[in-house]
């Protein structure tokens, strides 16, 4: 029995939830986000969302916390919006942006430049004396979770020093390297 999928997701004002044919679409005031669905039966009822499966198969037992779940998240988007926070820990490792493209230098011959989608906006932050921060924010959180993959991706936290673009808050297990 799925704890999660029984339980109903509230719409909050300005939220729009349309299902057709299997597609549920989702407006708020920040975008538009469609998903497809297959299995499960998705209803609108009195402000929730409630998410039923037909039967007790192993496929539709699988999926009915998933869907939740994702409505949640696509309901969550467009109404507050996801936002991921990067820190660059690093010497001489530098981010910054114009428009769309983010450049990094972190410590190899050239900067990476990376084209992001036009969804997610970008906005980098540089104190002195402090890490630079690279923050993303968007409706859409799978596109925000897989461009913070991405740029993590370009050079992960290693263990000795814990160098590396991290997310904020992350705690990075360190070892201890050799003693003489």
């Not at 005031?29 to 007790?56: A, C, H, P, W, Y």
């Not at 972190?106 to 997610?120: C, M, Q, R, T």
């Amino acid at each position: 029995m799925s704890r999660i999928g029984n339980n109903p997701v509230a719409i909050p004002e300005g939220v729009t939830v349309d299902i057709k044919d299997n597609v549920v679409t989702v407006k708020g005031k920040l975008g538009e986000l469609t998903q497809n669905f297959d299995t499960i039966e998705i209803k609108v009822e009195d402000g929730n969302v409630m998410v039923t499966r037909s039967s007790d198969s192993k496929d539709q037992k699988a999926k009915h916390g998933l869907y939740r779940s994702l409505m949640h998240n696509m309901i969550e988007g467009v109404s507050k919006g996801w936002t991921k926070e990067l820190e660059l820990v690093g010497v001489g490792y530098r981010a910054s942006n114009q428009g769309q493209k983010l450049d990094l230098a972190l410590g190899f011959s050239h900067n990476i430049i990376l084209d992001v989608a036009p969804e997610v906006k970008i906005e980098t932050i540089s104190e002195k004396g402090k890490n630079p921060i690279v923050k993303l924010t968007s409706f859409d959180k799978q596109l925000v979770g897989q461009v913070a993959a991405k740029i993590r991706g370009f050079r992960k936290p290693e263990p000795y020093k814990g160098k590396g673009v991290k997310f904020v808050g992350e705690e990075i297990r360190r070892k201890a390297g050799k003693s003489a």
